[in-house]
């Protein structure tokens, strides 16, 4: 009795809490995706007034598109083939609307669109996933860039254990391409479990990990700063045009002055994709003496000497002189099928020219995150060796 | 010249981009929602193919649906009448199914359903909004409830400045409500928004706020913990069965031992919503000398005492010793249509029998965020005075 009573108010208060929730109450409850036994995927979706419903997704093969089947209860159904170990992203096109899963609450936002995640573990996709160890602390703040004159907003992991010793960490700092902000590399990249996994696993030492916003005119990620919830687009604006590395002393000195760091060379490292990789190759050489591991994944190596800042000046003679002063790793990655694919290769061959020494790897596939995050899971654990 | 090559490369980077990206490239750009000068709201939906599209949201009357209007483009259109400032959120209806804005990348999750928001500012809601003023820090992180045997994922905020003095803070504890998690006070609440503003507007002492799970048979929100990306419900198992109130310890210590802050009762807070407002009472009463400033926001107050946990023995005596104990803030707040009211109304009677003191604020609406984003907007300036 006790417990029907109990029970029963319990029952009242969710139906309060179905008025905050408009799509609590579906008359139907489906599991959509469902990871099979075998790592086949099944998609749901209920639209019994549709006449065409299509999955779209990167789990499926040229052209990403597959039709989905019409039950006799109107839910629409798609079952995969056996699926590799990946965190997959997929939205429903129904009657060529584009729709997020109503039963997966979990996305991403890439720019300006948001789709839905799926990870299928038993591989290298466990590496995503929040396992039963240490946890490392996410945290979001904000630090003064007297270079940019405002206030800009920073993620950093800090490793398991960093608040309940003395010890001082070395650091990478981890940026993203063009279209990101301070958010992609924890939210697409999943950085906080790889780390947390790579580190748990004695494959990677502690490290904090520093993921600022790439975009200088922006002070923050859509959303998180005083323009309001607007519509993001592309950052063009001083993205490639030197101002990020100019200014990039600001965050190692707001780093260095509020962590536990080892503030020298052999306990930096700098890697970031794409736009993130220009940066880092043009950051790591700009000061020359600052980095002992420097990670390029996807680079988008742009003609940079075309452009008018002191930064890109002395291109060959700078980066010779930053391989002079030594330097621990210089690590290339890109996929064979990546558009940027030829842009790497002849800047491979300025760096055989120059002398320099560096490791190059080229994997499957293109520019894309689920590269990006296999090089992250390659890359940190030849850190601060 | 210059300018034209790095322009093509840029929009070539950007082509690259659309492929990680699937629906960046839409063929119409259309914005969703547009607030327009006079405080109305323009939603618009691109769907030819539907036959009938709807608007549902809190910013509608009841029913909360109002049909939307299909141009001779495709694009489904509605305009509200002048809001109030709010954070408003809805969902679109295409021909039955219910869908996010692809135009608004902006969402809170609720429970198991994600709706699209925005923010109508001039009034309350600019409270809401992030603005020109030195931010906080949100740290995500994990500590250890061994009451719970478990690690268990925690929201920090620690206000502007905290890294860079040496001052002790007061804390507030803010508690979430049934289906919620550590995530809820951060998205829906807008807790480090609603705090950073009041700071800077002196209304608001700077204070810690901790803002944990009360769902202990969770170690974590929903696809943050090992469970993976499961779906998900109501937390029923142990959330109002006295375990979160008896663990509560784990929780102080956990903060009172890796935070700057003066640990005695005049500097803590605890206050929650709807469950939590529940917890809170209970807590409060179950260590009567730790909390001075106590906040029931259209809290679920169940008849404790027919359920066998010693936490909620004694409830009369007990929470005459708590206030025999001396408190400076017993503040209760509760909307006149919250299917709450009438038990919230009875405990104010046993408060009154028990001669203890409180403030008791009566606003409009039900078991609404609005509403406990309003209470937290009164009752933080009300702290550590």
Redesign the interface.
């Known amino acids: 009795m006790?417990n029907l009573?109990?029970g029963l108010?319990?029952l009242?208060?969710?139906?309060?809490?179905a008025?905050?929730?408009?799509?609590?109450n579906a008359k139907k409850e489906i599991?959509s995706p469902e990871i099979n036994a075998d790592k086949t995927v099944t998609f749901r979706?209920?639209?019994?007034?549709?006449s065409k419903v299509e999955l779209?997704g990167d789990m499926l093969g040229a052209p990403g598109i597959a039709p989905m089947l019409k039950q006799t209860d109107g839910i629409w159904t798609y079952t995969t083939a056996p699926l590799k170990s990946e965190l997959y992203?997929y939205?429903f096109i129904?009657?060529?609307?584009?729709?997020?899963d109503?039963?997966?609450?979990?996305?991403i936002?890439?720019?300006?669109?948001?789709?839905n995640?799926?990870?299928v573990?038993g591989g290298k996709a466990d590496n995503y996933?929040?396992?039963?160890v240490?946890?490392?602390?996410?945290?979001?703040?904000?630090y003064d860039s007297p270079g940019n004159s405002k206030?800009r907003?920073i993620t950093i992991y800090t490793p398991?254990g960093y608040?309940?010793n003395k010890t001082k960490y070395p650091v990478l700092y981890l940026l993203h391409?063009?279209?990101g902000d301070e958010e992609a590399w924890a939210a697409l990249g999943r950085t906080a479990q790889i780390l947390d996994n790579l580190i748990a696993q004695g494959k990677a030492k502690p490290m904090i990990v520093v993921m600022p916003n790439g975009n200088v005119d922006q002070q923050?990620a859509?959303?998180?700063?005083?323009k309001?919830?607007y519509?993001?687009t592309?950052q063009?604006p001083n993205t490639?045009d030197g101002k990020m590395e100019e200014t990039f002393t600001d965050i190692i000195k707001f780093v260095e002055a509020?962590y536990r760091v080892n503030a020298n060379k052999s306990q930096r490292a700098i890697a970031g994709l794409?736009?993130g990789g220009y940066h880092s190759l043009h950051i790591s050489r700009f000061y020359p003496k600052t980095f002992d591991y420097i990670g390029l994944f996807s680079p988008?190596i742009?003609?940079s000497s075309?452009?008018?800042s002191k930064v890109y000046e002395n291109f060959d003679a700078t980066l010779k002189t930053q391989f002079d002063n030594g330097l621990k790793l210089y690590w290339i990655g890109i996929g064979k099928t990546?558009?940027?694919y030829k842009t790497v290769t002849d800047y491979r061959k300025n760096l055989d020219k120059i002398g320099a020494k560096y490791t190059y790897v080229e994997s499957e596939g293109?520019?894309?995150?689920s590269n990006w995050r296999d090089y992250l899971v390659q890359f940190a654990p030849q850190l601060f060796k």
Do not use: C
């Open positions: 006790k009573i109990f108010l319990l009242t208060a969710i139906g309060s809490y008025q905050e929730n408009l799509n609590f599991t979706v209920i639209a019994p007034n549709a779209q992203s939205s129904v009657d060529g609307l584009k729709i997020r109503a039963n997966n609450v979990y996305q936002r890439d720019v300006a669109s948001v789709v995640v799926l990870i573990g996933l929040i396992t039963d240490p946890h490392g602390t996410v945290s979001k703040r904000w206030q907003r398991p608040e309940n391409g063009m279209g923050a859509p959303g998180e700063d005083i309001g919830l519509k993001p592309m063009l490639m509020n794409s736009m988008a742009m003609p075309k452009i008018s990546d558009f940027l293109g520019h894309t995150w």
